[in-house]
Every structure is written in C-alpha cells, then in structure tokens.
C-alpha cells in the first residue's frame, strides 16, 4: 500500500513537471490555446487565491526575481474598433493609453508586456497565451466605455454562471483514448480552456476591488466597489485578471482620455502592492 | 492631329458619356434602394409597436429595467397586460423593453432590435433569440454591453419566476460576444435560490 502510494505521489510530481514545463513555454501554451481546448495549469497557489491577509504591509517588498508581471491588454485593434465617439476610436485611445501606464509602471519597477503593441487585433485566446506564459502575472484589460459619466472609471473581475453545464472536456492530441487519460488525472490540475479563469475569481475580485478603490480616489465619480461582469477577454486567463473600463469615448475633450493614463497606473501600482500577502514582494 | 489620336479621344468622350449616363441612373437605384430600407424600417417598426395580445392577458403591476442614468438600470413600474404563459409574457415584456422606453435615454438596447423567438426549456432555461440588430447596433463597451443584459435578465427575473437562466442568441446562433465585450458563450442567472440565513453565512 505504501509502495502504491509512493508511486503515485511519483507519477503526481512527474505530471506536475510536464504541466509546468507546457506552462513555462509560450509556444506550447499557444498550442494548448490554438487547440481551444485545455488550459494546463495547475492550481493557484493559496497566494494568487486568497485575498491577502490584513495584516499584510502596504508597502512594497523590493525583490529582483518576485513577481508579478504585468500584462497590459489594450483591447480590440484592426479592424474592430471598438467603441467610437466623434473624433476617437476605442482601440486607438486604449493603445495609446497603454503605453503610458506601461512607461509609468516601468518606471515604478515592474516587468510589463502588452497583448499587442500596434494596430493588430490579436485572438482572445493569443492575449490569454501571453499572459498564460508566465507563472506570477497580473492581466489588466483597459477599454474606453461608450457610455457613463466623463472621466470616471471602472474595474471588472468577470463572472461564470452558477447553473452552467460543465463545459465539453476534449483532449488537445484529440483521440478519444486521450480524453480518457486526461480525465483521469487529478481533476484540479486540468482546466476547461474556457473557464480557465475559474480558480482565480476570488483572486481576481480581490484585485479588482482594491483597483476600484484606489480609481474611485484617484477619479471623481467612480463607484467604489468593483463589478461582476462576464467579460470575454478575462475568461481564459490562469491569473488574477482585471478589465479597467474608462468612461467614454464620446467626450468632447479626448485628452481627458489620455491624461488619465499615469494616475492610472499609479492606482494599479498601489493595487498591487495591497494584493500581495505579506512576503510575496514586487519586482521594484 | 494623328489620326490615332483622335479615334483615342473619341473614344474616351464616348467612355466618359457612358459613365455619366450610368452614374445617373445608378444614383437613382440607390435612391430607390434606401426608400426601399426606410420602409422596410417603418414597416419593422409598425410590427414591433404592436402589442402581443393573449386571451389570458391580465393587466399586472409589471417591473421593467430601463437605464437610470448613464451608468445603472433601475426598475420603472408600470401597469401592463401580461399573459399567463410564461413564453407569452416574456415576449410581451421585451417587447415592451424594446419599443417603449419612457424616454430615448433610458433605452438600453437599440430600438430595431426584434424578438425573432423566445423558448422556455423544462428546466427553466429561457432562450431568446433577437436580430442582428441587438449586436450591431449596441454601443461597445463593458458598461453599456453589461446594461443592456442586465436588462434583458432584470425584467425576465422580475416577472417571470418560472425562469432560471437565460441564454442570449443572435439570429438564432451563438455568438462569443455582445458588441465586443461582454460574453454570450453562458448563460445569465435569473432568479437564483435565497441566500442562506445570515448565520450560516461563509463570507
């Protein structure tokens, strides 16, 4: 019985290796991707699921090699414009503002990568692979609202129906013999591609609330709690993962729009920092 | 002048009179193409305006979710003829969602938006199926995208409890998003079962 037991333990570690192994290649993650079927991930650590402790510090703990990553998602891009007011489009106003809050964040210490850094509209997918790739990381969507009060902001966490049907479960090397296989391994290391984002709601609320109350000082106006919403782009993500919508594209002083770039970033700095437990650090 | 020279230019006065003829009644096609549109628009119009009627019409205190504001919805109660049959009814408060809102800025989804079908399954899954309208006229956005849902889900939720879940489909498909945002892949809770007592609360 022993024996068995130390067998499995053993096929349990080697199936964790190969799970991070995917996980740490991005080529690989996107193949898992491109397949749509299977997020390989194992399951968050208690540090990425839970709300930080109260008594965490709220200062930053300098570490060169903690995390997180932060990547920026300006949505939409090509031919989908997103929302558009008189003279702006959404997905030319969000880029812009992305690189601001990157430059500022940079500059605060962070690793930042942005989903796309040009006119490009990648996949929902491909920006969830780029953030899929790294084992620390925060994902912030940023969009421009058509709608709500001018220069108010929000944050989002997104949300899963209660009474959904378990999602099909295929296998990425698409054999029926291999969706045996993968459904007999243990079920919290395999994640319905498009559900990904399941183990980290409560994460992602977390963040999500503390991004709000930092954006409700900084921008006169904003609620301050966060919202549940099921927003598409933060479904496949396998992090804490946040869309920032501000309010809107239809106002007559654009600027406004881009302006609100650093005290932006300042609030998801300071975010960040409250959401970490105490000792996990940020890379300043 | 070459004779070439000539026969080139003859021929382009000849192509440019063409031209001309042929934009002139390609203008007028497109003339009657948009009237055409207009109608058909008004036509649409005279359709969804009118009341859907049942012999078990009940005049009720009905709750519909229109916008308050630029950011929220909020309930507008209002006396209304409601069916007893759940698939009747819902279409008749859509419906009313849809044409009468009690002013263009508490509109949440676009006015040409129509209810081609409306399904309720065994278990309570309510499927409405709107015209493209409702994902190419919507404005994009989170906010905007999450109150149109909302009050589609709302006003099911509040007059309807037979309902459980709702799933939005677009000409009889699924679709990943609304107008870019929000997902329609799921399904929306309608009436979720009562909290627990306070006292046994894991918050």
């Known amino acids: ?284 | 002048m070459p004779r070439a020279m000539k026969i080139v230019i003859g021929l382009l006065i000849v192509a440019v009179l063409i031209g001309l003829i042929s934009f002139r009644s390609l203008h007028r096609r497109v003339q009657r193409l948009a009237e055409l549109q207009t109608a058909d628009e008004k036509a649409r119009h005279e359709v969804l305006a009118t009341p859907i009627s049942t012999p078990t019409d009940v005049t009720v205190n009905a709750k519909i979710f229109w916008a308050a504001g630029s950011d929220r919805i909020a309930p507008v109660q209002m006396q209304l003829p409601l069916s007893a049959d759940p698939v009747e009814r819902s279409r008749q408060l859509l419906n009313e969602l849809t044409v009468n809102p009690p002013t263009p800025g508490q509109r949440t989804i676009p006015a040409d938006t129509a209810l081609l079908g409306f399904y309720i399954l065994p278990d309570g899954t309510a499927i409405a199926d709107f015209s493209d309208a409702l994902s190419s006229e919507m404005p994009s956005g989170i906010l905007s995208e999450e109150m149109a849902v909302n009050s589609i889900a709302r006003t099911l939720e509040s007059n309807v409890p037979v309902l459980r879940r709702l799933k939005i489909l677009i000409h009889g498909q699924e679709v990943d998003t609304l107008a870019g945002n929000v997902d329609l892949t799921g399904f929306f809770d309608l009436n979720p079962p009562a909290a627990p007592p306070a006292g046994k609360s894991h918050h």
């Open chain 1, 1 to 284: 019985m022993g024996r068995r037991s130390a067998l499995l333990a053993a096929a349990c570690r080697d199936i964790s290796d190969i799970l991070c192994a995917v996980r740490k290649s991005p080529f690989l993650v996107s193949l898992v991707a491109a397949a749509g079927i299977l997020a390989l991930q194992p399951l968050p650590t208690a540090a990425q699921t839970s709300p930080a402790a109260p008594s965490a510090p709220a200062s930053p703990q300098p570490s060169a090699s903690a995390g997180p990553v932060i990547v920026l998602d300006p949505a939409h891009g090509g031919t989908d414009t997103g929302a558009h007011g008189e003279t702006a489009m959404e997905k030319d106003v969000v880029l812009q503002i992305a690189r601001s809050v990157r430059a500022e964040l940079e500059r605060q210490g962070y690793r930042v990568f942005m989903t796309r850094n040009d006119d490009s509209n990648p996949s929902y997918d491909d920006r969830a692979a780029v953030a899929n790739a790294y084992r620390d990381v925060i994902f912030i969507s940023l969009h421009v609202a058509s709608t709500g009060a001018d220069g108010t902001v929000r944050a989002y966490y997104t949300q899963f129906a209660t009474s959904n049907p378990p999602a099909p479960v295929a296998a990425a090397a698409g054999s029926p013999a291999a969706i045996t296989r993968l459904s007999n391994l243990p079920a919290p290391a395999l994640l319905a591609w498009v559900e990904a984002q399941r183990p980290y709601l409560n994460a992602s609320h977390h963040l999500a609330d503390l991004i709000q109350a930092e954006l409700a000082q900084a921008f006169s106006g904003s609620p301050s709690a966060a919202g549940g919403v099921p927003v598409r782009a933060l479904r496949s993500i396998t992090a804490p993962a946040v869309a920032v919508e501000i309010s809107s594209v239809s106002t007559p002083t654009p600027d406004l729009l881009t302006a609100s770039a650093v005290p932006l970033a300042d609030a998801i700095a300071r975010a960040i920092v409250a959401s970490r437990p105490a000792g996990a650090g940020v890379t300043r």
